[in-house]
Every structure is written in structure tokens, then in C-alpha cells.
């Protein structure tokens, strides 16, 4: 049975202070994200008869980096993937990414064939999307352990930048994606292993509905059932949201309105999020001119 080092980005402890962000007073780890994508690869992987070793755990404290490296080595691994998301200063740079280690051609053909996954599911590119990864010199930005001291092909994917706001979306707000990527992570592993992917399983693909659109709830009866769904909605969702009354008639029922989404995905996933949660109705509204 092959053996894939499943490389689960950073341990839960590692934000704050960094591999994270705050967005309105609620806070986003890095790892949430890596950990689910993870334990998504995990299943295709083990669906396909192949074993995934972890040497950090979902959702548990960091394992130090070369910890992670000496676990792949020791049980020689056919292949390492290393999950992760980016952040920039620059909140305009978006979009997927790759690293191999320079010279391992058999990894630049895994990292070509990810990429042309990520362009043929409709996600944004993060350049030309595959990089090289050299410590000439050592200082190098790109001269990462996992890369350079694992002695099986090794790779890491950047699944978007959650400084960038479409990524943010993508990232912590739409489900769906979190199984794209662990879909297109895991059949980019099984090329590299020569495995087929199993038919019936196709790559989602990333449809872009592109407008202004925002979701409405159903009606609450009185100010106070009104309010205490405003606290529970606020606690739980970083979106802005606001209250309308239905008539401006005497005592009208009233509704929650989100903000704005800039896709019709992003607000179909966050208007079944609030309707499994809360058990309301919810409408998703066209505002696009």
C-alpha cells in the first residue's frame, strides 16, 4: 500500500498571534481550514487504497516542523502533501499556489497537473501558480523544510490567501470549497502515485455567479425574538446584518438582512448555513443592476 505524508498546515495553537486573521473581532486560524481540507484528503486517499500518515493532528497543538519532516523520512513516504492557505500585505494578490523542490522534476509534473486542475475548476491563479523552491542562498523565501529535507517527493499547496477577500470567502465561508480542494489535493497525489482516480468522481467545478446579492430571513413576531436572533447571528457569523420591517404599519413583523455578497455562491452557502443552524426561513436576494 503507498504511503502519503498528509501534511496538515500549522498545529490550532499557531494563531493567534500569526497564521491567522481577525476580521470584525472574531478570529480565523489558518489551520481550521488546513485541518478540513486534511481529513478530506484523508478520506479519498484511504477510497483509493492508499494510507495517509499524519504527523500533525487535525485540530490538535503544533508538531514542530522538523518533527513532521523525521515522521515522513522514518516511514518513508511515497509522497508528501502539504496543505496550506497564504496571506499577503497586499490584500489585491489572490489565488492558488504550488511549491516543488528545485531539480524534482517528477514533483513539477504533480504541481503542473494541480494547477491545471485549480484553472479547469475556475479558481483564480496565483501567478503563473507553480513555483520553485531552492535555499540558494539560504535565506531564500522559499526554502521550506518540508521541500528541502523530506527524501520523498514533497509539495506544498497554497489554497488561496486569506488576506484577500474573495480567498476569505472561499476559504472560511463556503463549504463547497473545502471539498474542491481536497478533491483536486488528492487526485493531483494520486497522479503522482499512478493511481487512477476512481470513476464517478469528478472535480467539482468552481462556478462564479458574479453580482450583489444578500440573504433575508422569514419574520419574527416581536422585538425581543427579533433581537435575540440578531445576538445569535452576530456571535456566530462575521457578516454585517440588519433589521427591516416588513410594512410601516403599527407593530410590523420584521426580518434580518445580511450585507452583501459578491457572488451568488457565497450567498447560497451562508443562507443553508443560517437555515441549518437557526432552523429559518431564509431567501437569497438578487441586487445586482
Known amino acids: 500500500m503507498a504511503k502519503v505524508g498528509n501534511d496538515i498546515g500549522h498545529g490550532i495553537d499557531t494563531f493567534p498571534p500569526s497564521k491567522g486573521v481577525f476580521k470584525k473581532g472574531k478570529g480565523y486560524a489558518e489551520h481550521t481550514f488546513n485541518a478540513a481540507v486534511g481529513l ?4 479519498h486517499l484511504q477510497r483509493h487504497g492508499v494510507h495517509s500518515m499524519e504527523a500533525q493532528g487535525a485540530n490538535k497543538p503544533e508538531v514542530a516542523l522538523n518533527n513532521r519532516v523525521r515522521y515522513y523520512n522514518a516511514h518513508n513516504c511515497d509522497l508528501v502533501w502539504s496543505t496550506h492557505a497564504n496571506y499577503n500585505d497586499n490584500k489585491d494578490v489572490k489565488g492558488m499556489g504550488i511549491f516543488y523542490w528545485k531539480g524534482n522534476e517528477k514533483a513539477k509534473r504533480i504541481a503542473e497537473y494541480y494547477i ?18 531552492t535555499n540558494q542562498p539560504k535565506s531564500h523565501w522559499t526554502n521550506f523544510a518540508i521541500l528541502r529535507d ?5 509539495l506544498l499547496a497554497e489554497n488561496g490567501f486569506f488576506s484577500n477577500d474573495e480567498d476569505f470567502e472561499r476559504i472560511f465561508n463556503t463549504p463547497s470549497y473545502i471539498d474542491m480542494v481536497a478533491e483536486i ?11 487512477q482516480w476512481k470513476e464517478g468522481n469528478k472535480v467539482a467545478t468552481a462556478t462564479q455567479t458574479k453580482g450583489t446579492f444578500r440573504i433575508k430571513t422569514g419574520t419574527f413576531p416581536n422585538a425581543r425574538s427579533l433581537a435575540d436572533a440578531i445576538e445569535r ?21 420584521y426580518r434580518i438582512y445580511t450585507g452583501t455578497f459578491s457572488t451568488k455562491e457565497a450567498a447560497e452557502d451562508v443562507r443553508k448555513q443560517i437555515k441549518e443552524k437557526y432552523g429559518w426561513m431564509t ?4 441586487e445586482t443592476k
Not at 478530506?40 to 478520506?43: G, T
Open 150 to 154: 523530506t527524501t520523498s517527493t514533497s
Open 283 to 286: 431567501y437569497l436576494i438578487d
Open 233 to 253: 447571528v452576530k456571535k456566530d457569523f462575521e457578516f454585517m446584518f440588519n433589521e427591516a420591517a416588513d410594512t410601516t404599519g403599527f407593530n410590523p413583523n
Open 185 to 195: 489535493s488528492a487526485k493531483s497525489i494520486l497522479y503522482g502515485l499512478g493511481v
Open 116 to 133: 491545471r486542475l485549480c484553472r479547469e475548476a475556475g479558481l483564480p491563479i496565483w501567478g503563473n501558480g507553480v513555483f520553485e523552491s
Open 40 to 43: 478530506k484528503i484523508r478520506e
